[in-house]
């Protein structure tokens, strides 16, 4: 089965600072793709940045890139210049098995940035 | 243009009642999916739709649950006499099949509270 785990419920960073979200997956399909959404309090998922399995770099986004390690099934997402508008909930998600597309995601890590 | 909409943004059941709830994805968009988002969770696929066609609903909990879109745009989440663990923030996305990673863009989610 596929699933995606996010061990970090909390984490504190101090503004300007970097913060590393930590993210690893478990899936038997050879081709996949991984995604990280930030949800603000509004509640809408925003899309920050895609990795898929067969790219051979690492995905960057502006402030955000994204530590993918294959070999060890994770998919670390960095947060470069942390700005108090980056507090909010990031979920890590997979694209599932089969031809639905359907994400799986963790259970979120709830980021705050300090002033 | 006009992202994903969802109606009601808040809705309030007494247990047993029954509730619909509104998605209208991004135009064109040929592919919506819906998910369930418990508190402090993220959130889980119920179903997907490519154009009017219901390809998976295999995240459906139970027969309560029904989902449609008719003419392959709005779609209707359904519940049929709604119980308390349907409590829940309930996320509708859309995709085009242009995107070779299938970027899914979200809704700010209908919460649902059954009393």
């Known amino acids: 089965a596929q699933k995606i785990t996010q061990t970090q419920p909390g984490m504190f960073v101090q503004e300007k600072e970097a913060v590393t979200l930590d993210c690893t997956y478990d899936?038997?399909?050879?081709?996949?793709?991984l995604f990280w959404y930030k949800q603000p309090s509004s509640g809408e998922m925003i899309f920050l940045i895609y990795?898929?399995?067969?790219?051979?770099q690492n995905a960057t986004e502006g402030r955000y890139s994204l530590n993918f390690q294959k070999a060890r099934k994770s998919a670390n997402l960095v947060i470069s210049a942390s700005q108090l508008g980056d507090s909010a909930m990031y979920f890590c998600?997979?694209?599932?098995?089969?031809?639905?597309?359907?994400?799986?995601f963790g259970s979120g890590t709830r980021l705050l940035v300090r002033p | 243009g006009a992202g994903v909409s969802q109606s009601p943004r808040y809705k309030v059941a007494k247990r047993g009642q029954d509730v619909a709830l509104r998605c209208d994805p991004i135009?064109?968009?040929?592919?919506l999916f819906w998910y369930q988002q418990a508190l402090g969770q993220g959130p889980e696929f119920l179903t997907y739709f490519q154009n009017e066609a219901q390809l998976d609903k295999s995240g459906l909990p139970s027969d309560r649950f029904f989902a449609e879109r008719p003419e392959g745009s709005v779609s209707t989440l359904k519940i049929q006499r709604t119980q308390q663990e349907d409590s829940a923030v309930y996320l509708c996305?859309?995709?085009?099949?242009?995107?070779?990673?299938?970027?899914?863009?979200f809704g700010p989610g209908t919460r649902l509270t059954v009393l």
């Open positions: 998600a997979m694209r599932g098995k089969g031809s639905s597309y359907k994400l799986i």
């Open positions: 990795q898929g399995s067969y790219d051979q």
């Open positions: 996305a859309s995709s085009s099949e242009t995107g070779s990673y299938n970027e899914q863009f």
């Open positions: 899936t038997s399909d050879p081709s996949y793709g």
């Open positions: 135009s064109g968009h040929v592919s």
